[in-house]
């Protein structure tokens, strides 16, 4: 058996809470969720900020279910089955080209989705190479520019 | 005899796929012949067990069909013609009136579930229902088959795996991390979550940050809502993380001191059980699953204002003792949801509707 919890009396801290929301007069704002919310449009495909974890989600998530399986499950046993069953034989000469070539397409734009994830992992992977280089530089500019002033500074003494 | 689980859609890493996969394991193990059959399958999942709907093997009446009910789908027109015994796992389905001002082809999907459901009602033997709130679901929808209550199978041991370090980075130091994470959906009311973040900022710690983890794949409408909410409040130190990878989600609750639930409809609630698995303070209002799932434990909100939710997360992180004994109830709710446990349950309650009752 497990061990009994612990009693927290949720009232009395709530009670003690309102007590110092009124004594601080800590008071809500005026802005409404739900007067924002009506401006939203109910459309799809928003635009949003890009995530290349949410791409890569979205590309796995398609290559996954990619292939549309024309034959549908129909439990055998019964009349209703049987002309079920028949009519699933009768149409495949018509949906078997469909479904084909549905599936040859949504096996382009996969590979389309692919590319382009491929494409911008590389430029991103190009793009931190960059930056590192770019980082390296301004460090080595830095160090470079104390010394020239410490340079300026012996010769300026010497001079004097 | 066989054992075997429907679906429409096994996907990868969802809460419904892993608790089918897991339940197949344990079917497997009490000697059945088993498989799991789906109109679409992530084809990252990759067991020989593991098939499209279409080559569901033949069904004797002592055989047993598992159906998973989670979203609208033709399927689901199917199960009365086969000519076996039948459970339904009902994991809840989405009330489409929160998705409809944001995604009306969701909303659709979820209504046509509903009606499903009711479709459904007379067609099972038994039915086992994640939390106890679907069980109230089921039979408030006319069922009168027998229904337990069976809490989803969670992988508790894939939560020992390292965290992300990157995030671990940008979120572990001297700030107070709120964390709420699931899908960014209209009934998991975000809003409320950052309204009450607000406050506490303002008026009791201003440093503390709300992170929001999870995708709004589909729900960019609600998302941007919210965005230009947090813009018009002028909060600040709100992060949405987006979809991130499982060692992220990791580091998001390795480096969160309070998780803060203002969902309106879960029918389990599986980021709670999560939570209590990171031994963070729960604060949550109490509607749908949420009490039941917290059975106890946690801090349960009878009312939503955000000031005394804001109040209530301060007074969980300076008043003595307190956190300690959310944790300690928290760590004792958990151990009903162990997978042992529910391993236990389900094997008891599959014996009891076969007749074999151990």
């Known amino acids: ?160 | 005899m066989k054992v075997i689980q429907l679906l429409p859609t096994l996907a990868f890493g969802d809460a419904v796929g892993n608790d089918t996969l897991a339940l197949m394991q344990v079917i497997e193990e009490m000697g059945y012949e088993t498989g799991i059959y789906a109109e679409t399958i992530d084809e990252r999942i990759k067991n020989k067990n593991v098939k499209l709907a279409y080559k569901v093997p033949y069904m004797a009446p002592e055989d047993i069909l598992i159906y998973h009910m989670s979203i609208g789908s033709q399927l689901t027109y199917e199960i009365e013609n086969f000519n076996c015994r039948k459970i339904m796992i009902y994991h809840n389905v989405t009330p489409p009136e929160f998705l409809a001002p944001y995604n009306p082809f969701t909303a659709g999907a979820c209504e046509e579930g509903l009606k499903q459901v009711k479709y459904l009602s007379d067609k099972f033997d038994y039915c086992l229902a994640d939390s106890e709130f679907n069980r109230q679901d089921l039979i408030r929808m006319g069922y009168t088959c027998p229904i337990d209550v069976l809490p989803i199978l969670i992988p508790f041991d894939d939560y020992k795996k390292m965290p992300s370090k990157r995030m671990l980075r940008r979120f572990d130091d001297d700030f107070v991390n709120i964390l709420f994470t699931g899908r960014i959906a209209p009934n998991k009311k975000q809003e409320d979550v950052i309204k009450c973040f607000y406050y506490y900022k303002k008026y009791f710690n201003p440093k503390s940050r709300l992170i929001l983890a999870g995708s709004y794949y589909g729900m960019e409408n609600y998302y941007h809502s919210l965005k230009a909410f947090i813009e018009r409040l002028g909060a600040e130190d709100v992060y949405f993380t987006g979809q991130i990878k499982f060692n992220e989600i990791l580091a998001c609750y390795t480096a969160a001191d309070v998780f803060l639930c203002m969902s309106e409809h879960e029918g389990f609630c599986v980021p709670l059980a999560e939570a209590m698995a990171f031994q963070i303070p729960i604060v949550a209002y109490d509607s749908s699953a949420i009490g039941w799932t917290l059975g106890g434990s946690g801090i349960l909100l009878k009312d939503k204002n955000p000031l005394v939710a804001a109040g209530m997360i301060h007074q969980v992180m300076t008043r003595p003792g307190l956190k300690e004994d959310i944790v300690s109830n928290e760590n004792i709710r958990l151990g009903d949801f162990s997978h042992d446990v529910i391993r236990d349950q389900f094997v008891q309650y599959l014996n009891g509707f076969t007749g074999e009752r151990k």
């Open chain 1, 1 to 160: 058996m497990s061990e009994p919890m612990k009693k927290i009396n949720v009232e009395e801290i709530m009670k003690e809470i309102r007590e110092e929301i009124a004594q601080k007069g800590y008071t809500e704002d005026s802005v409404d969720y739900a007067n924002i919310a009506g401006d939203a449009k109910a459309i799809l495909g928003v635009k949003t900020d890009f995530s290349a974890y949410e791409l890569g989600h979205a590309v796995n998530g398609a290559a996954g279910q990619h292939k549309i399986e024309y034959y549908r499950m129909i439990p055998k046993g019964g009349l209703k089955s049987f002309i079920e069953r028949s009519i699933r034989k009768i149409l495949r000469f018509m949906l078997i080209p469909m479904v084909d070539q549905q599936n040859q397409f949504n096996y382009q734009m996969v590979v389309c989705m692919r590319q382009m994830e491929g494409f911008i992992e590389e430029h991103n992977h190009q793009m931190e190479q960059k930056d590192r280089q770019i980082d390296a530089l301004e460090e080595k500019i830095f160090y470079l520019t104390k010394r020239c002033e410490a340079l300026e500074k012996q010769c300026g003494s010497k001079e004097a």
